[in-house]
Structures are given as structure tokens and as C-alpha cells.
């Protein structure tokens, strides 16, 4: 750590720098992800029809002046499909990363922090999470559970708190050693308010890049569960269940039924990755 | 060689019991995980007679308590009697050996890809730091793992199968070369994220190694610069992308599940999905515990090989 970034008295101020000074490439990724939570939120005011309206008369049909992206094969507006599609591509996702961070940070601070028995204990564990196979147990478990949304968001959660906690875990090691650590434990400080108010604050940094990161992975796994059929129920306009639906109509028909959410999905895990990386260099690295 | 190789082995041995210990439970415990009651889950849709009940509370012993069950269920795997498939009375094993051939093709197929491509481009980009391609493999990172499988695969699937129509859209193939042809793009599909993993290690790794002072040192003596490259610098640099096999396997093995279903292929991993969705618990358990013995046996293959390869593990012995 160089000195004049230590005793920088305007964290404000270098993050606005920073800010200012993002790449091209990470400043479309914000673009990209904020258009995303646009459509999320409303979803049903720009979409042009209900994303359900079944219309067999007018069935498969490439796009036209009436259906920009044309349609499925009942009918179906794909359009509108796609943009009501971004809400279960962001909520999930969120609860999965937000979640599994906030159960990762509570035991990579006891992990880090207090060492001993509790530190062996929690990092067996994680090991042994690790060595499972776990996308395998994902999809087995979720489906005989018997499928659904709210299911495998749950279970995906789980998976991914024995990578976090490593995470946070390394964090706080990082941080132990250091002076102001030292000098809060001199002025007799309580464990709980080092942990709370002295360690969190500087580990904030790697968690919330992590948590973008995360975020893809989840985006991009929950997605995967809807297109085996074991995540949103059938029906529901999900980005994930529509390749699955749609993918005959690559073949003949409208192909669009498939690729403009295969590229919605693509585009919002890129950005979130790209984002995740930039915060990481700018902010720790 | 020597002691401290067996020793080693066998920690690596009694780590990988544990693990399919734990593999084994949870998907002995998939009875009790259906919802509804576990005679009901595994009679499906058949008729619901005494006999048929009688004769799956026998099968399964349903009257034992949970441990006892497990054992005697764990026994007659280990015997190789996976059971009896719900939807169509085959045995399980049966099924299981007629698929098996497709997913293990595509799976080489997949991991000479990612060896052969990840490996090289990776040691390409590290060498022409900054160049076209060292921008092309970063960025190329960045998508494979951002793009799942099953994503990359429908693209490939529209974009070579249907408006090039160089590869076929459907089945997999008869003989040998027709089933190269017909899992070239599955095998790309799966290939391409886990091969962002090996690229940028291999890179990071070849970056390192080319400024230490051996490399510096052999150059001085004098040796080709081809000699360096691939003895001293290659060499050294492979180390990081033998410890990351293991979650190549695992992604391969992961990734070949959607891979499947994407191209509609008939192998293992859609013969897993087609399980979990028709509730054919002895099928699912049957198929998860062949691709998790794969998974552990593999990684347990890797662990032992690694040591051969590093001899600094072999001489100074086990940390963890």
C-alpha cells in the first residue's frame, strides 16, 4: 500500500476520480445492467403486449411491424416475453449472491478472526463443500424436491456459501495483522465492535465485488435449472425456460424465440463480470 | 518414490471415503427428499397394489430404521445392483451402460479441446503480451465464463448447424468418424467455457515463469530459445493448470449434463435430466453416483499424478 492513498482525507473524492475515470468497456456494462433492471421494473409498461397472451391463430411467425421479434409457437410475443424475462434474471440471482455473502461474511469473520477450533471446524466444512460435485447435487436435489423458482434459488444459495466464506475468510486474515486492528485491541476495544465496525468497513470492498461477480454465476446457473424445466414453473416468461421452449425454433420458424434471451443472458452475465473485475482492480487491487 | 509417495496416497485415500460417504447418503437420501411418502415416490405410476408395495418395502427396507436402510441400500450398489428403473422396469445398470458411450466420447473429445486449445492459446497470449491475440484470449476469457454451455451451444447449434449446415443438427452418429462429425459442436460448446479457466491460467502462469532467473540464467548459457520455452518455462508453468484439473473434470462433467439436453444427445446426462424429471429415483441415484464416482476417482488420479510431476510435494511431504 502506498502512503498518500493511506492518508487520503476524501474517500469521496477518489471515488469520484475513480468513477470518472472508468473505461469504456466497464461504462457499457453499466449501461447494459441498468437497461436490464429498467425492463425488470417496468416490464409492464413497456412491454407491448402481456407476455402470456396466447395467440394460436397467429402461431409461429417471424417478425413483423406488429411483433418486432416475432412470435413462438403459440403465439406468444417474444419481445415482451424477453423484457418481463428480466425480473426473474435479476431477483434471483440478487437474493442468491446478497444471501450467500451475508451467511459467507458472518462465518469467514468468525473463521478469520477468532482462529482455533471454530476456524478448523468452519473450513473442513468448507473442504468438504468443495470437493462435492456440486452442480451435479444442485439439479438432483431441485428436482426431486420437485422444481420451482424459490427452490432453486434456496439451494443454489447453499452451494455457494463455501466459496464466499473462503473468500471472506482471506479477507479478514488480510486484515488482522494490521496496525489500526493492533491499536483498536490496545484501546480495549470489544471483539464484536472490531469485527462490526473496524474489519467489515475495509473487507466491504472485496465482498461487494465478489458479490457482482457472484451474481453471473448465479444469473447464469439459475438460468441453467430453468432450462432443464426444474426452475421457474412452466409458463412463466424466464429467459432460462424460454431456450429450452423456443429451441426447436432455431431450427425453422423463429429463431429470434432463442437467441434474443440467449443474448439477453450472455449480455447482463458479461457485464456483471466486467463490473466485478473493475470494482476488484480499482478498489483493492 | 518411497514412503512419503505411499503416505501421501493414502491420505488422499482416506480423504476420498469421507466424500463418497457423503455423496452416497445424499443420494440414498433422495427417497425421503420426494415429497409424499417414499413407497408412493418409487411405485410411480404404477398401480398401487399390496404386492407392488410388499415388494418395494422388501426391495428397499422401508420397516429398518434410516441408518440400517442406508447400509443394506450402500451394500447392494457396491455389488453393482443399482436397482430397477420406476418408468421402464430396466435395470438401472443396464441403462446406464447403453449411454455411458456417448457421454464418455464427448467428454475426451471436450477435454483434448480445452488441453489442447486452452493450453496453447494461453502460452500464445503470454508470449505476445499485448498483441491481437493476447486481447482475443483475454476477452475470449471473459465470455466463456460468462456464456454456460447450454448458451454457447445453441448459438453453435444455429450458427454452424443451421445456416452453414456444416454439422448435423441432430443425433450421434453411427461409426466413429460419424460421431467426430456429429459431437464436434458439443464438444466445442462444452469446451469453451472450461477452457477460459485453463487459458487464463496458463497464461498468468507463463507470464510468471518467463522472468525468473532460471529462464534469465538458461538463456545466458546459451540454449535455443525453443529449448527454454518448452523445458524450462512451459514446463514450469503447466504446474497451476494440473492443480486447476480437478475443477476442469468437474466442469466438464457438469457442463456435459447440459450439453446433452442442448443437442438432444442421448447420453448420461440427459438420461439424469429425463430422471429428475419423471421422479425415477432409482435412475437419478443410479446416474449421480456414477458421474460423482467419476468426479472423486478423478480427482483422487489427479492428486497422485500431481506429486509425480512436482517432486517438491514428493520430498517435502503433505501441508494440509
Known amino acids: ?285 | 518414490m518411497g514412503s512419503g509417495l505411499v503416505r501421501l496416497i493414502l491420505i488422499r485415500l482416506a480423504q476420498a471415503g469421507p466424500l463418497l460417504v457423503a455423496v452416497s447418503l445424499i443420494v440414498f437420501a433422495l427417497i425421503y427428499l420426494a415429497p409424499g411418502d417414499p413407497v408412493r415416490t418409487l411405485l410411480g405410476a404404477k398401480p398401487v397394489t399390496p404386492e407392488a408395495i410388499a415388494v418395494l418395502r422388501e426391495r428397499y427396507n422401508l420397516e429398518d430404521p434410516f441408518i440400517v436402510q442406508y447400509l443394506k441400500w450402500l451394500w447392494q450398489m457396491l455389488q453393482g445392483d443399482l436397482g430397477r428403473s420406476i418408468s421402464g422396469n430396466r435395470r438401472v445398470i443396464n441403462i446406464i451402460a447403453e449411454r455411458l458411450s456417448i457421454s464418455a466420447f464427448l467428454a475426451a473429445m471436450s477435454a483434448v479441446i480445452v488441453l489442447g486449445a486452452g493450453i496453447g492459446l494461453g502460452a500464445w497470449a503470454a508470449l505476445r503480451r499485448g498483441s491481437w491475440i493476447d486481447r482475443l484470449t483475454v476477452t475470449s476469457g471473459v465470455l466463456g465464463i460468462s456464456s454456460p454451455p447450454f448458451v454457447t451451444g445453441l448459438f453453435l447449434l444455429y450458427l454452424f448447424g443451421v445456416i452453414l449446415g456444416w454439422f448435423p443438427t441432430f443425433g450421434a452418429g453411427a461409426n466413429f468418424l460419424d460421431r467426430l462429425w456429429h459431437l464436434t459442436l458439443p464438444a466445442i460448446a462444452l469446451a469453451f467455457s472450461v477452457m477460459a479457466i485453463v487459458m487464463k491460467i496458463t497464461r498468468a502462469a507463463m507470464i510468471e515463469a518467463m522472468v525468473k532467473d532460471y529462464v534469465t540464467f538458461a538463456r545466458a548459457r546459451g540454449l535455443s530459445a525453443r529449448r527454454v520455452l518448452l523445458q524450462y518455462v512451459l514446463r514450469n508453468a503447466l504446474i497451476p493448470v494440473i492443480t486447476a484439473a480437478g475443477l476442469v473434470i468437474v466442469s466438464l462433467v457438469a457442463g456435459s449434463i447440459y450439453v446433452e439436453v442442448t443437442f438432444a444427445l442421448p447420453g448420461l446426462g440427459t438420461l439424469m435430466v429425463d430422471a429428475v424429471s419423471k421422479r425415477d429415483i432409482p435412475l437419478i441415484q443410479g446416474t449421480t453416483l456414477v458421474f460423482s464416482l467419476f468426479v472423486v476417482v478423478a480427482n483422487l488420479l489427479i492428486d497422485i499424478l500431481y506429486t509425480f510431476i512436482d517432486p517438491r510435494i514428493r520430498f517435502e511431504g503433505v501441508k494440509s
Not at chain 1, 474517500?11 to 472508468?22: E, N
Not at chain 1, 417478425?63 to 410475443?77: A, E, F, V, Y
Not at chain 1, 465492535?193 to 465485488?209: C, D, K, M
Open chain 1, 1 to 285: 500500500m502506498t502512503l498518500p492513498e493511506a492518508i487520503d482525507a476524501h474517500p469521496v473524492r477518489r471515488v469520484s476520480r475513480r468513477l470518472a475515470q472508468m473505461p469504456l468497456l466497464v461504462a457499457l456494462a453499466f449501461v447494459v445492467v441498468c437497461v436490464v433492471v429498467m425492463c425488470a421494473v417496468l416490464a409492464p409498461w413497456i412491454a407491448p403486449y402481456d407476455p402470456s397472451l396466447q395467440r394460436l391463430d397467429v402461431g409461429v411467425s417471424l417478425p413483423s411491424s406488429d411483433l418486432i421479434l416475432g412470435t413462438d409457437t403459440l403465439g406468444r410475443d417474444i419481445l415482451s416475453r424477453s423484457i418481463h424475462g428480466a425480473s426473474t434474471a435479476l431477483v434471483g440471482p440478487m437474493v442468491i449472491a446478497a444471501g450467500a455473502f451475508a451467511i459467507a461474511t458472518i462465518l469467514g469473520l468468525l473463521a478469520g478472526y477468532l482462529g482455533g477450533w471454530i476456524d478448523t471446524l468452519i473450513m473442513r466444512w468448507v473442504d468438504f463443500m468443495h470437493g462435492l460435485p456440486s452442480t451435479l447435487i444442485v439439479i438432483v436435489v431441485v428436482g426431486v424436491i420437485g422444481g420451482g423458482y424459490w427452490v432453486a434459488v434456496a439451494v443454489l444459495l447453499i452451494a455457494f456459501v463455501p466459496s464466499d466464506t473462503r473468500i471472506v475468510r482471506s479477507a479478514v486474515l488480510e486484515q488482522r495483522p494490521r496496525p489500526y486492528i493492533d491499536a483498536a485491541r490496545s484501546l480495549g476495544i470489544s471483539k464484536p465492535r472490531i469485527l462490526l465496525v473496524h474489519i467489515i468497513p475495509n473487507i466491504l470492498p472485496i465482498i461487494v465485488a465478489y458479490v457482482a461477480i457472484d451474481f453471473a454465476f448465479a444469473l447464469v446457473n439459475l438460468a441453467g435449472l430453468s432450462f432443464l424445466g426444474l426452475g421457474v414453473e412452466p409458463g412463466t416468461a424466464d429467459w432460462g425456460r424460454m431456450l429450452s421452449e423456443n429451441r426447436n425454433l432455431l431450427l425453422g420458424g423463429n429463431p429470434l424465440g432463442t437467441l434474443v434471451p440467449a443474448s439477453a443472458m450472455i449480455l447482463t452475465a458479461i457485464s456483471m463480470n466486467l463490473i466485478g473485475d473493475w470494482l476488484f482492480e480499482e478498489f483493492i487491487g
